[in-house]
């Protein structure tokens, strides 16, 4: 799967516009497995952010609610 999308960047660009050479790049950014790989640790830090709230804010309930039965 990997190797299908290596293929395309060999392609004659001279008779492009500026516009389309452009447009192609920018296809070529999103194909490309390094494009995936950054998904994957953007999905990574957002969970680990996700915990790291929900621990937070389980602490500060805790905290809050000995306060309250002291």
Same mark, same amino acid.
């Given at each position: 799967?990997?190797? /299908?999308?290596?293929?395309?960047?060999?392609?004659?660009?001279?008779?492009?516009?500026?516009? *389309?050479?452009? *447009?192609? /790049?920018?296809?070529?950014?999103?194909?490309?497995? /390094?494009? *995936?790989?950054?998904?994957y640790v953007a999905i990574g830090l957002s969970i680990v952010l996700a915990i790291v709230l929900l621990t937070y804010l389980n602490v500060k309930l805790v905290s809050w609610r000995r306060r309250k039965q002291a």
């Open positions: 799967i990997l190797k /299908l999308n290596m293929i395309p960047i060999q392609v004659d660009l001279s008779g492009l516009s500026a516009v *389309e050479k452009r *447009e192609m /790049l920018s296809n070529l950014a999103i194909n490309y497995p /390094l494009g *995936e790989s950054m998904y």
